[in-house]
């Protein structure tokens, strides 16, 4: 990564001993570096990411594939991840570790490493997925070439644990081969859209106002892309709260 761009990340709130969060859709850093005949190496950016949370500190990046849901088994070693380019390099990597859960898992690396790979939550957004552990453990969710508000995953675990009536519980079995190969059939759940409400959940842009008046939001541009730095513990106390009053930041839209 050249100078410049390494300035740039230094200016992000990362820590020695943050849980860190990475959503990413690095294309227009490529195509970036591409224009500048530079050369950009991803696993470039995520050692410069691990060097900032230290090594009392978590990176993570989502895994995520929806195929189980369609009845296609979950291998735990083969099954790629449908989000992103960043986190199926991070997923190849042998010192990242990935998580279990067929649909929402997480690959990571730092010190709850261990411990996040033994939950087993059925719920991808349940009391003890990584959703509840990001909340519990002030972790930080950085966005890049992504704004934030077209994909916060973590507002579907206070739906959840608050029981918004615009979705459900529905109940997935597949075949599943886990970490040694061994392979079983498991049922595991999501809180999903109830479909014949056609509705998505989305997020009002004051939601911005909200995180930067606790100051819990950072937004940075590189080169016009997007960076985006959020307060996980704080965002989740604003959309708990908003969701059960009803207030507007977090709502159910019409598709």
Not at 171 to 185: D, S
Not at 217 to 229: E, H
Not at 247 to 254: D, E, R, S, V, Y
């Amino acid at each position: 990564m050249n100078k410049d761009f390494i300035n740039f990340l230094d200016n992000l709130k990362i820590n020695k001993g943050d849980i860190l969060y990475i959503a990413s859709d690095i294309t227009r850093i490529l195509l970036h570096h591409k224009r500048k005949e530079e050369k950009f190496n991803a696993n470039d950016l995520i050692d410069y990411f691990l060097e900032r949370v230290g090594s009392k500190g978590s990176l993570l990046f989502p895994t995520f594939n929806w195929g189980f849901c369609k009845g296609e088994t979950f291998d735990y070693n083969k099954t790629p991840s449908e989000t992103g380019s960043l986190s199926k390099i991070a997923l190849l990597r042998e010192d990242f570790l990935r998580t279990k859960h067929p649909i929402y898992s997480f690959v990571v690396k730092g010190k709850d490493q261990d411990y996040l790979y033994n939950l087993d939550d059925e719920s991808g957004w349940g009391p003890k997925s990584l959703f509840a552990y990001f909340y519990e453990n002030n972790a930080k969710n950085l966005f890049i070439g992504i704004d934030y508000k077209n994909g916060f995953t973590f507002d579907h675990y206070f739906e959840e644990k608050i029981g918004v009536d615009y979705r459900y519980f529905k109940y997935f079995e597949a075949k599943y081969i886990n970490r040694q190969g061994k392979e079983q059939t498991k049922k595991y759940t999501m809180y999903v859209r109830d479909l014949e409400k056609n509705i998505i959940t989305s997020i009002s842009d004051n939601m911005d106002l909200a995180l930067n008046k606790m100051n819990a939001y950072t937004k940075l541009f590189y080169n016009d892309i997007y960076f985006g730095l959020v307060d996980m513990k704080i965002a989740g106390d604003i959309m708990e709260e908003d969701i059960r009053k009803q207030g507007g930041l977090i709502f159910a839209k019409k598709i």
